[in-house]
C-alpha cells in the first residue's frame, strides 16, 4: 500500500514556480531519497508533505487520506532538520519528550519512548545534558530521537548530515540506515544534494532538476541507465 501519494502537486512562491507537477507514489517502509542541486525544490517538498507550506494545485495523500488541508501536528510524520532545531535551555530528555504530554501519553509511557530511542542511538548518557554540551553530532542523534518518540508514519529528513564533519557524516549515516531496518513499516523522506548518501541509503531515489522529476528508480537502475545527461552527471556514471 501506498503511504505517500503526490499527484499533480505543484508549488508556486508568487509568480515564481518551484514545483511542477510533481507525480508520485512511495510505498508504506521505503527509503526514497531526493536529489538535485541546491534550489531545485528539495526542501520546499518536504514542506509541502511536513505541512509547513500549502500545496498550489494538486494533492498531497498520506495512507490514502487526504491532506492539503490537515495541520501539521495531524500528519503522523516527523521532521529531522539540517539544523537540529533543538531548544536550547531544555535537557536532552525534555526535548525528545516535548509535545507528547499533549499527545495525552502518560509520564511512563513517554519516559519509555524516550528510553528507547535514546538506546537505540547510543545517547542513553545524555539524556540531562543540555543541547550546548553536545557535539554536533550528538544533537542531531538527539534531534532524530525526538523524531523517533512521535513514533510517525513518516520520517521527513532534511539535509541531516550537511553540518557534520566528514567522520560523523558517516557514523551518522550509517544510524539512519540502522533505524530504517528497526522501523520496517516507517516510510523515510530523505533529502540531500549528496550523491554518496542518495546512493547508499536509498531503495529509490528521485532526481530533481529545476522543480521537476528527471528520473525515479533504484540507485543501481540510475547508475546503468540514467534517462538524461543531467542524471548521468548526478549520479556519476558516464553513458
Ligand atoms: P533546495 O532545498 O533544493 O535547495 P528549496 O526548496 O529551498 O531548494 O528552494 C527552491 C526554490 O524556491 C529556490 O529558488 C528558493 O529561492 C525558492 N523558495 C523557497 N522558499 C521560498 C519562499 N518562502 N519564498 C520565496 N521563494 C522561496
Ligand atoms: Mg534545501
Redesign the pocket.
Known amino acids: 500500500m501506498a503511504t505517500v501519494e503526490l499527484a499533480g502537486v505543484c508549488k508556486s512562491?508568487?509568480a515564481?514556480d518551484?514545483l511542477h507537477n510533481i507525480n508520485l507514489s512511495l510505498e508504506k517502509g521505503e527509503f526514497i531519497v531526493f536529489v538535485?542541486p541546491?534550489?531545485?525544490?528539495?526542501?520546499?517538498?518536504l514542506r509541502l508533505v511536513a505541512g509547513l507550506e500549502d500545496i498550489t494545485s494538486g494533492e498531497l495523500r498520506i495512507a490514502g487520506e487526504p491532506m492539503n488541508d490537515v495541520l501539521p501536528a495531524r500528519r503522523g510524520i516527523a521532521m529531522v532538520f539540517q539544523s537540529y532545531a533543538l531548544y536550547p535551555h531544555m535537557s536532552v530528555y525534555e526535548n525528545m519528550a516535548f509535545g507528547l504530554e499533549q499527545a495525552r501519553l502518560s509520564k511512563a509511557e513517554i519516559r519509555s519512548r524516550v528510553e528507547t530511542a535514546a538506546a537505540m542511538l547510543q545517547i542513553e548518557g545524555l539524556l540531562d545534558r543540555k543541547p550546548k554540551q553536545l557535539s554536533g553530532g550528538q544533537r542531531q542523534r538527539v534531534a532524530i530521537g525526538r523524531a523517533i518518540t512521535r513514533d510517525p508514519r513518516v520520517f521527513l529528513f532534511d539535509e541531516p548530515l550537511s553540518n557534520l564533519d566528514a567522520a560523523l557524516r558517516v557514523d551518522t549515516r550509517i544510524e539512519i540506515a540502522r533505524l530504517h531496518e528497526r522501523l520496517p513499516d516507517t516510510t523515510m523522506i530523505y533529502?540531500t544534494h549528496d550523491q554518496v548518501e542518495a546512493m547508499t541509503l536509498a531503495d529509490r531515489i528521485v532526481v530533481?532538476n529545476k522543480?521537476r522529476v528527471e528520473q525515479v528508480g533504484s540507485p543501481i537502475e540510475l547508475y546503468e541507465t540514467p534517462a538524461s545527461m543531467f542524471v548521468a552527471g548526478f549520479i556519476g556514471s558516464p553513458r
Not at 541546491?38 to 517538498?45: A, M, N, R, V
Open positions: 512562491f508568487g515564481v518551484v538535485g541546491s534550489g531545485c525544490g528539495k526542501s520546499t517538498l533529502v530533481l522543480g
